[in-house]
């Protein structure tokens, strides 16, 4: 537990049934008339009708609204060039990314560099972004990321074959929009990756070198909304119930992260969607109870503070036996949730392995919040109980 941390998140959040029709009753939190817009989102997500839903209403403003939808599901360095180059030449008073934290992610960095003269690569890292954005609204469609609260925003680099973080107070939006009908309509096996990478958040913040009383609130809160949620929204995607405890809870974990940071799970799991584009909920859903274990010995107490929240029956049991309920329910979940178990259906062969781990171990801004030292020897241990 840290003796010094902090909390940063978006401007003000809006959250509810339909609150997504009430978006422009909220333009004033930018704190400039707004003229002109742009809207980033994907074709997916424009296909239901939700970008549609806020271009009308910014044009009921007089609003003047250009729309991009080229955004890849994990964007690349080039790709967010790509997107930049099209739609730097006009000045927006706004940018509004609509969709999964892919978009969202885009978007945060599409505003800074609209006001920064630096290419992608020179944000890469922490505190390198020099001045503040075009002010954003961020409206999350999934209930994973929790991207739409944090400074942060992953970015895929092809050539190294591993997504890197660009980490920036300039990053948090002045608007967020939480609306679960947004997404009620997610197909199952997204409702499983991005719920699973939620949780992922919030248990990996709460068991961080860097866990505090501030991200342990949001953490355990979070921990409590995904747990009592997740099959349901899964098996029964029209729960607007279990949607919203899920949307609500994926912005916890968010929180949770932006003051105590993501660990091991994370840093192995960066590699898998450099080099084989495994999608990165699905990665940490792979690689989350394995890590758990291995992390067991080095933080069994507060795995055991985490089985009430999630629902076990763990009162007379010792911390050993609920931290262990814990990972043991994580596995079940995997297995209700259908999340992919075998990394070889991805292409991946026990002779990438080495390569795998070498990758993930660079990636020492995760690692280092890890309760647990891992060794490369450990990386790849861990990758092979994927390979059967």
């Not at 537990?1 to 401007?11: D, E």
């Not at 913040?205 to 505090?212: D, E």
């Not at 291995?294 to 089985?307: K, P, S, Y």
Request: hydrophobic share 40%; net charge negative; with cysteine.
């Amino acid at each position: 537990m840290q003796n010094v941390y902090s909390f940063q998140t978006a401007g003000q959040i809006i959250a509810g049934k339909d609150s997504i029709q009430k978006l422009t009753d909220h333009l004033y939190v930018i704190g400039q008339e707004v003229k002109s817009a742009l809207i980033i989102s994907q074709p997916s997500i424009s296909e239901l009708g939700f970008v549609e839903t806020i271009k009308n209403q910014l044009e009921q403003k007089e609003i003047h609204v250009t729309v991009n939808l080229d955004i890849l599901p994990e964007p690349t360095v080039e790709n967010i060039e790509e997107v930049f180059q099209k739609t730097s030449e006009t000045q927006y008073d706004v940018l509004i990314g609509i969709g999964g934290g892919s978009v969202l992610d885009t978007t945060k960095i599409l505003s800074v560099l609209m006001t920064n003269d630096k290419e992608v690569r020179d944000l890469l890292g922490t505190n390198m972004v020099e001045k503040a954005g075009v002010p954003t609204i961020l409206i999350p469609t999934t209930s994973g990321t929790g991207a739409e609260v944090t400074p942060n925003a992953i970015v895929t680099i092809p050539e190294e074959e591993l997504k890197v973080g660009i980490v920036s107070r300039y990053l948090l939006p002045a608007i967020v929009l939480l609306d679960p009908l947004l997404t009620v309509g997610l197909p199952k096996p997204i409702t499983a990756a991005t719920g699973m990478d939620a949780f992922t958040h919030s248990l990996e913040s709460f068991i961080s070198n860097k866990a505090n009383p501030l991200s342990d609130m949001f953490a355990l809160e979070s921990i409590r909304l995904i747990s009592s949620s997740i099959v349901e929204a899964y098996e029964n995607g029209s729960s607007v119930e279990a949607r919203e405890k899920m949307l609500i809870g994926s912005m916890y974990g968010g929180m949770a992260l932006t003051s105590a940071g993501t660990a091991a799970v994370h840093a192995l799991a960066y590699p898998l969607g450099g080099k084989f584009k495994i999608p990165h909920g699905v990665a940490n859903s792979m690689l989350l109870p394995h890590v758990m274990e291995f992390n067991l010995d080095a933080c069994t107490e507060r795995l055991a503070l985490v089985a009430e929240p999630m629902g076990l029956e763990v009162r007379e049991l010792s911390d050993e036996e609920k931290a262990k309920k814990v990972i043991d329910k994580i596995s079940e979940w995997t297995k209700t949730l259908e999340i992919p178990q075998n990394l070889e259906a991805y292409g991946v062969k026990d002779q990438d392995i080495a390569e795998l781990a070498v990758s993930a171990s660079q990636v020492t801004r995760l690692l280092n919040n890890n309760p647990k030292e891992v060794s490369i020897s450990e990386m790849e241990t861990i990758y092979r109980k994927l390979l059967s």
